[in-house]
C-alpha cells in the first residue's frame, strides 16, 4: 500500500539548468496537486492536474514552469532555466476525487546554486 | 477566489498548555480540513469536517466546523512535545478546490 511517491528527494541545480520533480500516487488516485513551500512558509498551490488534463493552473508562474500527468507514468513538475529563487520544497498530492482528503508526498528539496 | 486566513502564524505554549488554532474562509465552504507538518516532514491529514456545527475529537485534539461553515478551529489540551509542528487548514469550496491556509507553527516549551 505505497502511499505518494516523489523522486528525487533532494535535488541540486545550477542556475540555467532544467530541473524534473516526479510524483506517483496513491494507487487508485487521479487527482494531483502540486505545491511549494519556502522554509517557515505556507503550502503555495501551484498546479491541478487530472489523468492527462491540467484543471487548474493558476498558481505556477507562466514562464519557465510546466507540469503534466501523462496517460501511464508520474506527474511531472519540470522547471526550465532555474534561478535561485526557485529553491524551495516542492510537494505533491494525490486525492481520489477533488474535495476529498489530499495524501502527501515527501516532497523534493530543491537548491538552486 | 476564495481566501483561507489563519491565526495566529505562531504560538509558543509551555508544554503541558493548551493550544488553539483559528481557521476564517471569505466564502462558505463545503467542507474544512486539517492537516499537521512536523518539522522537516510533509502535510499528513488529520480530518475532515462536512456539517454545519460539527464537532470531532482525536484523543487530546478537538476540530469544530463553524455553524456557517466559514470557520474552524483545532484545539489541543495539555501539548506534549510530539504535537510540535505547523497545523494547516484547509477550505473545500465549489470549483476552487482545497485552498490552504499559511499555518500555525506549534513551538513547545519544555
Known amino acids: 500500500n505505497a502511499g505518494v511517491m516523489q523522486n528525487p528527494r533532494h535535488l541540486v541545480r545550477r542556475r540555467g539548468q532544467e530541473a524534473r520533480l516526479r510524483c506517483s500516487p496513491m494507487?487508485?488516485?487521479?487527482?494531483v496537486y502540486w505545491y511549494r513551500q519556502l522554509p517557515e512558509e505556507g503550502l503555495k498551490f501551484m498546479v491541478y492536474?487530472?489523468?492527462?488534463?491540467?484543471?487548474?493552473e493558476s498558481g505556477m508562474p507562466k514562464e519557465r514552469f510546466s507540469a503534466e500527468f501523462p496517460k501511464e507514468g508520474p506527474s511531472i513538475l519540470r522547471i526550465q532555466q532555474v534561478v535561485r529563487g526557485d529553491s524551495a520544497a516542492y510537494f505533491c498530492?494525490?486525492?481520489?476525487?477533488?474535495?476529498?482528503?489530499?495524501?502527501f508526498g515527501p516532497g523534493t528539496r530543491l537548491t538552486v546554486t | 477566489g476564495q481566501q483561507v486566513m489563519q491565526i495566529p502564524q505562531y504560538q509558543h505554549v509551555q508544554e503541558g498548555e493548551d493550544f488553539t488554532t483559528y481557521c476564517n474562509s471569505s466564502?462558505?465552504?463545503?467542507?474544512i480540513q486539517w492537516y499537521k507538518q512536523r518539522p522537516g516532514g510533509h502535510p499528513v491529514f488529520l480530518i475532515q469536517?462536512?456539517?454545519?456545527?460539527e464537532v470531532k475529537k482525536q484523543k487530546r485534539l478537538t476540530f469544530q466546523f463553524g455553524e456557517a461553515k466559514k470557520n474552524s478551529s483545532l484545539h489541543i489540551t495539555a501539548t506534549q512535545t510530539t504535537d510540535v509542528g505547523t497545523y494547516f487548514c484547509?477550505?473545500?469550496?465549489?470549483?476552487?478546490?482545497?485552498?490552504f491556509g499559511k499555518g500555525t507553527h506549534l513551538i513547545i516549551q519544555p
Open positions: 494507487k487508485g488516485h487521479s487527482h
Open positions: 469536517l462536512v456539517k454545519s456545527g
Open positions: 498530492a494525490s486525492s481520489a476525487t477533488r474535495n476529498y482528503e489530499q495524501y
Open positions: 484547509a477550505g473545500g469550496g465549489g470549483a476552487d478546490g482545497l485552498t
Open positions: 492536474l487530472q489523468k492527462e488534463n491540467i484543471i487548474d
Open positions: 466564502t462558505t465552504l463545503s467542507n
